[in-house]
């Protein structure tokens, strides 16, 4: 069975400020893992994702996740937040089925 | 390259009444997922095809729910008679067949409110 945890519903930071938002997984199988955002009245937009090979993903919009198979996360980082990095972003897992979590909304603060 | 098309984009009904989601994936794709996503929460699988064949609705809510994808290509998703917790978000995505990786492409979704 799958499960991803999202740490924190709703997350602010300042604008040029470091985004960090957390995820942990259970799988009973090795897991694929992956992050979307979704912008306010609109669909879910792949932001990267992790199936084989280099545990660091980069993805779009400056982006980016680790695997850490050892603490079984697969936080999301940018280096520095944008005003238009406010949306909601979800964790999901794939193993034998595919989970979202429950997501976190990321504020932006000018 | 088009993406998923999802029809209505609202839907308005009374509970007790019929509805009904159209989906049309990406040229190709051979997956097809429903979610619903009630709103502050994730979305959840309702519904998978594999072309026209079910995979996994194991999630879906059989006495009141109803999928099918007959030509394997679009689909359409069906709730009678619907009930006021049906408020949310109807999803669909679709993906191409697993050769290393498998990606899930989203559609807009399909708001619908129960009254």
């Known amino acids: 069975a799958q499960s991803v945890t999202q740490l924190g519903s709703h997350v602010s930071v300042s604008e040029g400020a470091l985004v960090l938002l957390r995820c942990n997984y259970s799988?009973?199988?090795?897991?694929?893992l992956f992050w979307y955002v979704q912008y306010p009245n609109q669909g879910l937009q792949l932001l990267l994702k992790?199936?084989?090979?280099?545990?660091l993903v980069k993805g779009i919009n400056g982006f980016e996740a680790e695997f850490k198979k050892s603490e079984t996360s697969f936080h999301l980082t940018k280096p520095s937040a944008h005003m238009s990095d406010a949306a909601e972003y979800f964790c999901?897992?794939?193993?034998?089925?595919?989970?979202f979590g429950t997501g976190t909304s990321l504020t932006v603060i000018p | 390259e088009a993406g998923v098309a999802q029809s209505p984009r609202y839907k308005i009904i009374e509970k007790r009444q019929s509805v009904a989601f159209w989906c049309n994936p990406i040229?190709?794709?051979?997956?097809l997922y429903w979610y619903q996503q009630i709103l502050g929460q994730g979305p959840k699988l309702l519904i998978q095809?594999?072309?026209?064949?079910?995979?996994?609705d194991s999630q879906l809510p059989k006495d009141r729910f109803s999928a099918e994808r007959l030509k394997g290509v679009d689909s359409t998703l069906k709730i009678q008679p619907a009930k006021l917790e049906d408020s949310a978000v109807y999803l669909c995505?679709?993906?191409?067949?697993?050769?290393?990786?498998?990606?899930?492409?989203f559609g807009p979704g399909t708001r619908l409110l129960v009254l």
């Open positions: 995505a679709s993906s191409s067949p697993r050769t290393s990786e498998e990606t899930q492409y």
């Open positions: 799988s009973s199988v090795p897991p694929y």
């Open positions: 992790y199936t084989t090979g280099a545990t």
């Open positions: 999901a897992v794939e193993g034998n089925q595919f989970y």
């Open positions: 040229s190709g794709h051979a997956t």
């Open positions: 095809f594999q072309n026209n064949g079910v995979v996994d």
